[in-house]
Every structure is written in C-alpha cells, then in structure tokens.
C-alpha cells in the first residue's frame, strides 16, 4: 500500500507537471501569436502609404546597400590668382560712338509679403531671412527617431514619414516657394530650417529634410557615413570644392561638405525615389523677395584726381542669403540679376556724370568706378576659401578679387548700354570683353572679336589688357545673357 499510495502520487506529481508544462506552452504561444498580430498591425500601420510610390521606394530602403567613395570636383582656378595687382598709369581714352543718354527703369514696387500679425500661432514658427513662417506638422512626423542608427533605423523613419499626414506640408512648401520667389537652393534652405526647428538630432533633420525634397520633386539620396545621415543631392552642373558620387552617370553632391576636403565612404542605394529626376539648379534667374531691411552704403573713387561718389541702399537678407551659397557654375552668378532699385540708384548717380560722354568715356568711367571702388584681395585672404559673389554681394563687401569685379562689371554694362559681354577666364584670371568697335587688345569668341575690359586692372582703359595675359589664350568664355 505504501508503494501504491507513493506511486500515485508520482503519477499525480507528473501529471501536474504535464499540465503546467502544458499551460506554459499554450501561453507562450498565445503570447507569440499575440506579438505577431502586434508586428502586424504595426506594419499595416505604417505600411499604409498614400503615395503609391512609397511601397517601392521601400524596398531600395531595406535592400542591400552598396559603397560609394567620393570623387574630389576641380578648382575653379589651376593656378592661385595674384597676390597683388600692380595699376598702369592714368590715361584718358579717346571719344568714339554716340553719345550715351541712360534711361533709369521704372520701380515696381516690391510685392509685401506675409504678414506676421496674420499668422495663426502653430507648432514652429521661425525668421527665414526676416520673412516670419509658421507650420503645423503631424504628430507621427515630429516623434521620429533615427533608431537604431543604420539602414533599419532609415528605413523605419521613412515608414513613418511616408505614413503621416505630410501632405499639407508640402503645400505650403510650395505655396511659400511660389510668394518669395524661391529658387532652388532658397527651397532647400527653408526645408532645412524647417528640420533643424523640428529636430534637436541632426540625424533626424537630415532625414526629414531628404523626405520632403523627394515629395518636393528633387533627387536627393539618403546614405549612411560613419553611422550618421549624409545627403546627396543629384545636380546637372559642377558644384566645385564638394564631393561628389556617380551613379549610372549622373551626379550627386554632399553638399554639407561644401568646401570640406573628407572622400567619407557613403553606402546607399543606386536608384532614385521613382518618377522623381529633378536637379538642384543653383541658377538665380529673380532675386527672392525677402523682407527689406535695407542699410545705405557709399562708394567713392577719384578718376584724373577728381573724386566722383556713388550711393544706394542695399537689403541685409538678401546679402545673408547668398552667403550661404556654394561655389555654383560661373554663368549662375555672372546672370543673377542686381534688384530693379539697387540697379536704379547707382545709374542715377553714374547717369549725373557720363550722360552726355561719348560712349568709349562712358563705358571706360564705369570700367574705372570698378576698378577703384574696391580694395583687390583673394578670397582665400578674406574668407578663408574660394568664394565667387553676386554682383550684388560685391557692392556690400569692402573688398573683392577679380572675377567679383568681372561680374559686377558685366552686370552693370549690360544694363546700362546694352551691349555684348563675355566673362574671359584664364588659368589664374577673370576679366570681361565687350563686343564693341574700338582697337585694343581683344578676344575671339564665336567668330566675334571681343575687346578686353579688365575691372581688376587698375586705371587700365578699354582695349588694354594686363601684359602677363596679352599673349595668352583664355581658357573659357562666359556668356552674359540679355535680361529684362
């Protein structure tokens, strides 16, 4: 009986065993199914794309990613400019061609822009270049996280992005673009702003940033360097002194490395986000219309020793906003146009000495004010790197070096006279020719000769080039386009 009763009990001791065994079973798999409808409805989630195109795009997000090492762009310059520029000697040209009567345009008056005291308070509010802007952004949109920080942590971003309510954001985007006037690159610069408002983490602007840009139409690429968010933005012109990677022949700069010497190694994916082939075009064709916070400036030159003074009003925000720029193409910023009224005030001033000159003194004292208006220094001097300005950048800074002059040159002689004008660059140089019939040293372009126009080579008059570059040949020619 004892061994019965004890057999019993081993039975019964097993059999609990049995059944909590059981139990543990049936609530691990309980807790698996429930954890696999909990993935599931995770994913429907945020797998519910809007966009037809985000179910493809990620698969280039999780499928394997390849390495891309950067290719250094050429210096705009194989030689350094000269440290130094000695004058000639002041000589007067002789009088050809008609007598000049400048026309001063007619100023439209600036379109006002948005109203601060109109805006409804919203979730950021911030100053791009004095111009207040404000954005509500969906609530999924604002807790991103780049987590974990590789391809998964991306791909689970743009999950998220892809599945939020992003839509309203990319209209005022567009709204805004279309009111200001933004070109390209001021777009990017209002995305970017935006991102950096949202996101303490820049991982995670830079990833809001390549979102929206995609939705906006650009081809911009998402990559991972050294375990952080690296953007790469698809441009059909040479962005100089910025990193660059090739894929299937086209052309995509870092341009966060802008004036940076790092090659980092990129992985990312090959494709672009579908039906989106739109470059970033650094071309500023109309000046934005940020609000005006206009300071006066004075500029004075002697010419046969009598001293002539030119004036006008310049906007801050506009100088602020082509300070950010890269080193685009030399056509970008020889064809950017000056604002209607700072054009007007400096013909006025220029108009009270040379209306009424024949048209060689006319053109050779606009050729002087450049010259003398300005102290010659390198960019590498005075900003640390090589720097091309906007005509309208030259008349803000003290000092400029010769492209500078070359372009406000150009800028103003078009305006003023209308006549044909080239950029002439050599190895180390940058000066400009005029299609005009006077002697001198000149250029062919086209089968048109070109006579030499040099704003860096002081009290040189037109038809008079540097000696060290009568000789040479130029390297390059840069069409100044006719504007309205």
Not at 62 to 91: L, N
Not at 388 to 398: H, I, K, P, R, W
Not at 433 to 458: C, E, H, Q, W
Request: charged share 25%.
């Amino acid at each position: 009986m004892q061994q019965n009763r004890g057999g019993v009990q081993k039975q019964f001791k097993l059999f609990g065993l049995f059944k909590l065994l059981f139990l543990l079973l049936s609530i691990a798999s309980l807790n698996a199914s429930s954890f696999e409808d909990f993935k599931r409805t995770q994913s429907s989630q945020f797998s519910d794309y809007k966009d037809k195109r985000d179910a493809e795009f990620e698969n280039y997000l999780t499928s394997s990613w390849e390495e891309y090492t950067a290719k250094a762009t050429k210096d705009f310059y194989e030689k350094p400019k000269p440290k130094s520029i000695a004058p000639t000697v002041e000589r007067k040209i002789r009088d050809l061609g008609p007598r000049v009567n400048i026309k001063l345009p007619k100023i439209t008056p600036q379109k006002k822009p948005i109203v601060v005291k109109t805006l409804v308070k919203k979730d950021f509010m911030f100053n791009f270049f004095g111009q207040e802007l404000a954005f509500d952004i969906d609530e999924n949109i604002k807790e991103v996280k780049f987590y974990p920080q590789n391809q998964v942590g991306i791909a689970s971003a743009f999950k998220v992005f892809a599945s939020s309510d992003y839509e309203d954001t990319v209209r005022e985007l567009n709204t805004i673009c279309k009111t200001l006037h933004l070109n390209d690159w001021a777009l990017y610069l209002l995305v970017k702003q935006l991102a950096n408002e949202m996101y303490s983490n820049s991982d995670e602007s830079a990833l809001f940033t390549w979102f929206m840009l995609n939705k906006l139409g650009y081809d911009v690429k998402v990559g991972l360097s050294k375990h952080h968010i690296v953007l790469l933005h698809y441009s059909k012109k040479v962005i100089y002194a910025t990193p660059s990677y090739s894929f299937s022949e086209k052309h995509y700069y870092r341009i966060s490395q802008y004036s940076k010497t790092s090659k980092d190694r990129v992985y990312t994916y090959p494709q672009s986000y579908p039906g989106v082939d739109k470059a970033l075009d650094l071309a500023l064709k109309e000046l934005p219309l940020f609000v005006e916070d206009l300071r006066k400036r004075e500029l004075h030159f002697k010419q046969f020793n009598k001293e002539y003074t030119v004036s006008y009003k310049y906007n801050q925000n506009l100088i602020n906003f082509m300070q950010t720029y890269p080193q685009a193409d030399y056509e970008t910023f020889f064809n950017a146009p000056l604002t209607d009224s700072i054009y007007q005030e400096i013909a006025k001033d220029l108009k009270k000495y040379i209306n009424t000159m024949q048209s060689s003194s006319a053109i050779n004292f606009v050729l002087n004010f450049v010259q003398k208006a300005f102290i010659y220094e390198r960019d590498g001097e005075q900003f640390g790197r090589e720097k091309v300005m906007f005509a309208y950048e030259t008349l803000y800074y003290d000092k400029s070096d010769c492209e500078d002059r070359a372009i406000l040159f150009a800028s103003l002689v078009k305006k003023l006279f209308g006549i044909s004008v080239v950029g002439v660059k050599y190895k180390d140089h940058m000066a400009t020719a005029l299609y005009i019939p006077m002697k001198g040293d000149s250029v062919m372009n086209n089968g048109k000769r070109f006579v030499i126009a040099d704003p860096t080579y002081i009290n040189a008059n037109i038809g008079q080039s540097m000696p060290k570059y009568r000789s040479k040949i130029p390297e390059s020619f840069i069409v100044v386009k006719s504007r309205g």
